[in-house]
């Protein structure tokens, strides 16, 4: 057996520990393995399915051994996709503790915690152990430890006036999206970790504010399922604010929501899914996350890799930024990105205060940020490199370590609950805001650009910070330049509040070119796709 030091994981604060973990209790836990090729740059050329999973996927004989292996252990395969470079198996918590040499015990969240209602999981502490033929060929091994992974970015208005506020229409009109277009054809993916939505609500939504109601299918990713808990305050208020701020803005795209448990393996398990699935979506919609530091090196991998999958497939992957401002709500004093906005993989979307004027045009726009803890994320990442293409956008080094590394976000959207969307949560009128709606809002716009151009659009940063220059506004955007996230002030140009700025539809679409006009990017011959650094 070999230390598997990628997969530690340090003592959760808040939680409280309630004894060993019941050994014949039954688990589910995913293996997720190293690629038999690199990535080509991610960007540089756009795979389809067949070329991605047969080049880039596992190679086969890396799962025939875990297969052997995990077999010889008495666990049970429940699939093992070698394009998608999953195995995952199901055996008792005791044979499972066995297999890779940990002690699992039963946990909770104490009272007051972001979690607390969140109930028992599995908690282990350390690094696992592999049996040595998994050492070379295993990336991240998911699963056995539930706690809760990542918190949804929403925040629910605390008045019920709606003065301020606005539909998600509203806000689009106001941004000035392509009033041509509507995303038909082009499937949006929504990455859901609880809660649910009911068929009925969301028919009535649609119809008050006269849109056409979108296809949406709920997809179980790890036993995970719809199941509307009845609250908007809990998960309830994520999935809905999702489906109708990206179903209002994009009515002709599809709607896929992909429901897992909040766990490490269940969030890559989803994105990995999402990135797979036939037909390909043109955008991954992303609204939960966490603190960089709250994730293993494992997870932070497994998940990254199944957002460069998606990316290498012309996808769009986005994820809000935090609603917790440059701390990412962390208690240790330091400012944190939240993950998996931070991935150099993901469109990270930051928040904004909106006001329009009485033409519904935009009045002013500030940095979100209420002043009692609840701000756009933003910042710079302790974990990845400032990627090329950001090169030139003249990101700070992180104020904490004075290291440089990849900045956050990239763009941003109205988010202050204050001038929040009109939604219905659970039959209930309410207004929601967050940098949870941004992700959705640009997805539908990523959908509408795709239609109005004929192509998936991808690494979108590639195209958006093209000839981009320290302090000054770049084409598209609606530069915000005023207000703070705490460490990090708006300025000229990007920030580490609100990135680039908010969009400026009128221009942005002729960054990216009308149907028939070429290609974003080179889809990769039978032979000799370009080398790169891949995951």
């Known amino acids: 057996m070999t230390t598997f030091e990628a ?10 520990i309630l004894g060993p973990a019941d050994p014949t209790e039954t688990a589910l836990v995913t293996l997720f393995l190293r690629r038999r090729s690199p990535l080509p740059q ?11 999973r047969e080049r880039h996927g596992a190679d086969p004989a890396d799962v025939a051994a875990v297969r052997t292996e995990v077999e010889r252990l008495g666990l049970d395969v429940v699939f093992a996709d070698a394009g998608s470079r999953r195995v995952q198996v199901r055996g008792t ?7 890779f040499g940990v002690s699992l015990h039963r946990a909770r969240h104490e009272a007051g915690s972001v979690h607390a209602d969140a109930g028992e999981f599995r908690y282990r502490t350390g690094e696992i152990s592999l049996p040595d033929s998994l050492r070379d060929v295993t990336v991240a091994v998911l699963g056995l430890d539930t706690r809760p992974q990542a918190t949804a970015h929403f925040r629910r208005h605390k008045k019920q006036s709606a003065s301020g506020t606005f539909t998600p229409l509203q806000v689009g009109a106001a941004y000035q999206f392509p ?6 054809g082009q499937g949006i993916a929504l990455i859901e970790l609880g809660g649910g939505y009911d068929a009925a609500n969301l028919t ?4 008050s504010i006269g849109v056409t109601p979108p296809q949406v299918t709920a997809v179980p990713v790890d036993g995970g399922s719809n199941a509307p808990t009845g609250s908007a305050d809990g998960p309830d208020g994520e999935v809905q604010l999702d489906i109708e701020v990206a179903g209002a803005l994009a009515p002709g795209s599809p709607i896929t929501v992909y429901f897992s448990p909040n766990t490490d393996q269940g969030f890559a398990d989803a994105v990995t899914d999402a990135a797979h699935a036939t037909p390909t979506p043109t955008a991954i919609s992303i609204s939960w996350g966490g603190p960089e530091n709250s994730w293993s090196a ?6 990254d890799a199944a957002c460069a999958d998606a990316v290498a497939l012309g996808i769009t992957v986005l994820a809000a930024a935090g609603d917790n401002g440059s701390t990412d709500g962390g208690t240790d004093g330091k400012q944190h990105c939240d993950f998996p906005a931070s991935s150099p993989h993901v469109l990270a979307c930051g928040g904004t205060t909106l006001a329009l004027d009485g033409k519904g045009a935009i009045a002013s726009e500030t940095v979100w940020n209420d002043q009692n803890g609840a701000a756009t994320g933003g910042g710079v990442s302790a974990v990845y490199p400032v990627p090329s293409w950001q090169s030139g956008a003249g990101v700070p080094n992180n104020v904490d370590t004075g290291a440089a590394g990849r900045g956050v976000p990239d763009v941003a959207g109205n988010a202050d609950p204050a001038s929040g969307y009109q939604v219905l949560i659970d039959g209930t009128s309410t207004v929601i805001g967050g940098t949870s709606a941004v992700a959705p809002l640009w997805a539908a716009l990523v959908a509408r650009l795709a ?3 004929g192509k998936k659009l991808g690494l979108l940063q590639t195209v958006l910070y093209a000839g981009v220059k320290p302090g000054v506004a770049q084409p598209g955007f609606q530069d915000v330049t005023s207000g703070s996230n705490g460490a990090y002030s708006a300025g000229a140009g990007w920030d580490a509040c609100t990135g680039l700025g908010t969009p400026d539809g009128a221009t942005l679409p002729a960054l990216f070119g009308s149907a028939g006009a070429g290609t974003a990017g080179t889809t990769a011959s039978a032979e ?8």
């Open 204 to 207: 009535q939504y649609f119809q």
């Open 179 to 184: 009033a041509a277009y509507d995303g038909t």
């Open 93 to 99: 918590v005791g044979q499972l503790s066995d297999a």
């Open 42 to 52: 991610a960007g540089s050329v756009v795979l389809t399915r067949e070329e991605l």
């Open 451 to 453: 239609q109005q151009s």
């Open 528 to 535: 000799g796709v370009g080398s790169g650094a891949g995951n």
């Open 298 to 303: 494992q997870s932070l991998q497994a998940l």
């Open 7 to 16: 997969s530690r994981r340090s003592p959760l604060p808040h939680a409280e």
